[in-house]
C-alpha cells in the first residue's frame, strides 16, 4: 500500500534562517505531488504542485520555493523565513489530476 | 476561483447524537473529498465523492453535483469524532488543486 512520510513534525527556526521540509511517498510511481498550507487553524491553500522529476508549478507568490529531485520525493524550501511562513506544512500525492488527495501527517513550522 | 460554503461553522452534540454537514460549492467540480482533521492535526481522507452517495461504518454522504451541494451524515456520535470537518473541490478549471472549505468544528461530549 501508499505511505506519505513527512519530516520533522515540529520545526522552530528564527526569521531569516534557512528552511528545507522533505516529503517522500512509498508504494507508487510517477505520483503528483502537493505542497499545502494551513494557517490560523482552518482551510488549507496549495502552494506548489509537481506532476514530474523537475516540474514545479506555484499556485501562489511567496518566500518559499518546491523542489521534486527524485520520482517520489519533494521538498519544500526558503532562503529566508519570515513570520509570516509560520504554519501547519501538509503534502500530499496523488495518482493523477482529478484523482483524491491523501495526505502526510504535516510539519509544525513556528518562526521566532 | 471555484468557492467552498460549509455549515454550519461549529457543532456541539451529545454521545450518541447524529448530524448533517453541508458543503456548498459555486462551479462544477471533477473531485470532490471530505477529511476528518483530528486534535494532532492528521487529515484523513473520509470519502471521495464528486457525485453519488457512499457510506462507510456510521458516516456517510451524499454529493448532488447538479445542485452543487455535498452532505455528510455522522450518526451515533462518539467522541472520537471530533475535530474539524472539511469539504475540498477541485473544479473551476483547475485539475490539480484542491479547494478548501473552511471547515465544520465538531465537539462531541460524552
Known amino acids: 500500500s501508499q505511505t506519505i512520510h513527512q519530516w520533522p513534525a515540529t520545526l522552530v527556526q528564527p526569521v531569516g534562517s534557512p528552511l528545507s521540509l522533505e516529503c517522500t511517498v512509498e508504494g507508487t510511481s510517477n505520483p503528483n505531488l502537493y505542497w499545502y498550507r494551513q494557517a490560523a487553524g482552518r482551510g488549507l491553500q496549495l502552494l506548489f504542485y509537481?506532476?514530474?522529476?523537475?516540474?514545479i508549478s506555484s499556485e501562489v507568490p511567496q518566500n518559499l520555493s518546491a523542489s521534486r529531485p527524485q520520482d517520489r520525493q519533494f521538498i519544500l524550501s526558503s532562503k529566508k523565513l519570515l513570520l509570516s511562513d509560520s504554519g501547519f506544512y501538509l503534502c500530499?500525492?496523488?495518482?493523477?489530476?482529478?484523482?483524491?488527495?491523501?495526505f502526510g501527517d504535516g510539519t509544525r513550522l513556528s518562526i521566532l | 476561483g471555484i468557492q467552498v460554503e460549509q455549515s454550519p461553522p461549529d457543532l456541539i452534540l451529545q454521545e450518541g447524537a447524529n448530524s448533517t454537514l453541508r458543503c456548498n460549492f459555486s462551479d462544477s467540480v471533477n473531485n470532490l473529498q471530505w477529511f476528518h482533521q483530528n486534535p494532532w492535526g492528521q487529515l484523513i481522507n473520509l470519502f471521495y465523492?464528486?457525485?453519488g452517495t457512499k457510506q462507510n461504518g456510521r458516516l456517510s454522504a451524499t454529493t448532488v453535483a447538479t445542485e452543487r451541494y455535498s452532505l455528510l451524515y455522522i450518526s451515533s456520535s462518539q467522541t472520537t469524532d471530533s475535530g474539524v470537518y472539511f469539504c475540498a473541490v477541485q473544479g473551476g478549471g483547475s485539475n490539480y488543486k484542491l479547494t478548501f472549505g473552511k471547515g465544520t468544528l465538531l465537539t462531541v461530549n460524552p
Open positions: 500530499a500525492w496523488s495518482t493523477g489530476a482529478e484523482q483524491p488527495q491523501h
Open positions: 509537481s506532476v514530474g522529476i523537475g516540474q
Open positions: 465523492i464528486p457525485s
